[in-house]
Structures are given as structure tokens and as C-alpha cells.
């Protein structure tokens, strides 16, 4: 069975309210107020999970807390989305005390994040059949750096029409050609560590394959696409979208391992396209059908990522 | 099915020829010829395997190069054992090029590595259920400089009864008891990495898994212990053995790491047994039976580790 569109979850409006939880590791404390004021700034109402300002350590408190959070703000009627403090490390030991039944019944809702928050891009995507956002996150610097990342999110999330499709300034094709697909991945440990537990999806055929990183060295970054490829995430791939390697040495080294690992595989494949861990990143959802035009530069959405 | 143990290799005698295989990174020349030194002075003849000094980038030549030097002298009769001269990055990318088929008709035969070659470990436990030895490489700057952990390597091929009971000087005890199980493991992040592969042992009950790795951040080591308990490798575990955490960060968030993910196991853990990327550096043999007295800090093993 090949990637099928998931389903979407409805718009934004000023006044609504939005949930705020940390699934992964504690934000700090000006930069989490921060983002809640650009929020604000919007017209939403930022709903601050019970346990979304813990910490313990390098989680943001207890994985049965964080994962409450998230039942919580998902199962709740009067939240219209769930946005992600920060990433980090950490969804994956909370994902299997997320009560998935509770979110089933409520269906998609707009959930914001990306990096470590990828193991719950797979798990709603697999549990709840809802697309999501590959988004900045409010506690992120960049979030309160870069207004053009901030402005990118808001008109996904409000006027998802004016982001359907994005045309990237930065990217560099790999290999040429169009692809048409169903949007997946983001942040290339986030998913090869994710494999073999029961949010792994086995067969992602037809996909349009996301990838970034940071801080990863170019040696990682191989061993994780090599994880994935002779774990059978690359049969049938329709396309791949790279994003950004913040940190993770010489680019020449991270563009060799990138173009050895997939340029072998006949599909589209696009450079640098501008979501990640970059300073300005683009909102990208993903689960949605979308065409790649990896000599272009755009993705170009069949439909608004938000209903 | 559990964990079986796994067929044994002949031991070594003077005048035996080695093959000296890089299946990963490739190995500073000094380093190389002090290790092949080392094995001249026990009596052996090293066979320097055609692609074994290649180098390109953090890789030892080409997969296909890797791989079949490997083969070659795993399927060469004339040949008593295969040693990796060093870790690194790699063996992940040449496992599926080898010719598993030869290695089946030969059966059983020394190998000695640890690291990287982790992986190469597993796939011989699947594809040829012979037994190996996680043990130090030649090129390893403790191979060189620790008198103990050469000795520890020699006597485990040549006598190996005298090395039957490994007693560690270091151990401490995680979680106290006896456990009697077969030995499997090594370097923890490649372990996970190998989890979707082809190479990967679905069940691993009545294990005793040995655990260790370096420059990896307690973060990390948290995601990959994550990885493994999700993907059902903690379950049925006889016992764990864990090795040294060189370079991974403060001992003691590490410690609180292993203790958190490794302690509610409910089976006898022992802390610091003595092996891996530490000096001096104890010779493990993995897919045999052994008893883990996590109390007194022993693995005795039924049998010697070589015929």
C-alpha cells in the first residue's frame, strides 16, 4: 500500500485557542514567553499545558506528564491546535503513554513542530491519519528571530491558500525532474531511530521523502540514510526534499554523503530547499499530496495544508 | 526462539595465517604496521587482505572492496581467523555485499573487532551462527599501549581456558543476581542502527546483551536504548553486561541514563565490566553461553571460547 493523503485539520482564526506542550526537553523560560507573545500577537490564545514549563534534566519533566499534555490539548474540543514548545530530545519515550484512542475520536488538529518533535509527525500520522506542520517552534530562537519564518507559519495557519505552494530560494537540484507524491519525514536521526517501534511505517511508497538535520556528522548522517535505505524507506520513494545540515561539518562533506546516498535512487531529488534547522525555515505540512519540481525549486500543494 | 549458542572456531597456534580485513574506516599507517607488529610477536603470519590500507574519505575503499575482502578471507581455508584493524564507519554499508554463502561453507572462524564492526558481529551470528570475539583491533591505540588488554586478546585465542572466567576489576553492580544466557552485543549506537536490516535479530530472549559505546552524549545514548526497548530487544533478556562510556559526558548523568532505562529491567545488570573503548580492554566472546554474577562482577562462560 502506497502513502496516502492524510487528513486535514481545520484553519486557524484570531481568538482561537492553542495548546502549548513540551514533549521533549525543557524550553527556556524568556524564550518560551517569548514565542507565546507572537502568538498572542496573532490573535490566539495560548493554553500553557500543566507540565509544558517541568524539567527534569534534559526531558521537560516525566514521560507520563508529557505525554498527558498531549492527550490533553489534542482530546480537548476548545483547543483548535497543538504547537510544540521546542524540540530537543524526548517524544519518543513518551509516545507510547499517548493515549492515540482519544486523539482517533477527535480526528486531525493543526500540530506544529519539527527535529525531535518528528516521532510524533510519524506517530499522529500513522495513529490519527492527520497531515501536520514540519513548523518553527515558538521557544526557538529563529521563531523570534526571523520574521519571514514566523510570517511563513502564520499564513499556513491562516491562509493556508497564499502557502500552497513554495517556491524556495535557495534550492539546488540533485537530480532533476518532477515528482508527485505524499509529503513525510523530517529530521533524519528522529526517523531512522524510530524504526522498528510501532510508529514505523513499514512501506512509505510514493512518498516525497523530507529530510534535515543538525549537528550531525557526515558519517551519522550515512549511517542513518543507510539505516533507512536497508530498512526499505527508499523503495518507491517519488521524490526527496532536502533541507538544512545546520552543524554537521564541511557542507562539500555533508553534500557527499547527501548526493552518494541518494542520487542512486532515479527520482527527483532537490538541495537545500529551506525548512530545518535555517534561519529563515519554511513551514512544509506533511501527509498532503504535492508535486515537486526538483529543477524549479517548488512544492506545490494539491490543496491548502489547512481546511 | 531464544538465543541459541552459536558454533565455535578452532583456536590459534603459532604459525597460523591471519587476514587483516577494513571493513569500515581506514587505519593510520604507523598504527597499522605497530599492529601487525603484535601479531608477528605471538607467532603469526597477518595476512594484509588486498583493499585492507584503502582509504577514501572516513571509509577504507569502496563497499564492494570492503566486502569482498571479507569474504575472501573468511572463504580462504589457509586462513585460521579475521581480524578488523579498526572501527570507525562502515561495515553497515558492505554487509549486504558480502557473499554470506562462503562464510556458511567455511563455518566457524576467529573474528575479532568491536565498534563499528558490531555489525559485522550480528550478521555472523545470523547468516553463519558462528561465535566472534568483541575484542580489541590492532590499530586501536590501546592495542599498542595496554600490555593487559594484548594479553587478555592472545590468551582468549590461544589458551582459551585460561580466560573462561573473565573477572573485571572494575564492575559494579547495577541490579544484583545470577543470570545464565548467551552473549550478544557491543557498541549500542550501531546496534540500534542495524534495527530494520536485514541483519537485525528480531528475538533476542535468553540474551545477556552486552552494551558500550563512545562519544555519544547521555541524550543519545538515552534515544538508542529507547530504540532498542521499543523495537522488543529488551524483552527476554537474561541479563545486561555494559562496558565502558568514553567520551560520552558527565559519568554521572551517563550512569543515570543506564540506570533509568536499564534498571526497571528486572534482570542482573552490571556497571563498567571492563571492555569496549577503555584501557585496559577485556576480549568478550559473543553467542555463547555464559553466567552473569552481577554481584561479583564475573561472566563465566560454559565453554572455552575456541575449540
Redesign the interface.
Known sequence: MSLEPLGRPRRLVPGDRVAIVSPASPSPGPAFDAGLEVLRSWGLEPVVMPHAADED??LAGSDRDRAADFTAAWADPSIAAVVAARG???A??MI?QVRWGRLQEIGPKAFVGFSDVTALHEAVALRVEASTLHGPMPSWSTFIESAETREHLRQTLFEPERVQKLVSPTARTLVGGKATGVTFGGTLTLL???????E?RQDVEGGLLLLEDTGEE??RI???L??LR???WFEGLAGVVLGSWADCGPEE?VR?VLGERLGMLGVPVVEDFGFGHCSPALTVPLGLEATLDADEGTLHFAEPALR
Chains 1, 2 share one sequence.
Not at 192 to 198: E, K, L
Request: hydrophobic letters at 30%; charged letters at 20%; glycine letters at 22%.
Open positions: 534534566g534534559f530537543g530530545y524526548g519518543q519515550r507510547d531512522a531511530a524510530g524504526i522498528g517501534t510501532a514505523h557526515p558519517y550515512d549511517r542513518a543507510t539505516q536497508r530498512a526499505g562533506e557527499a
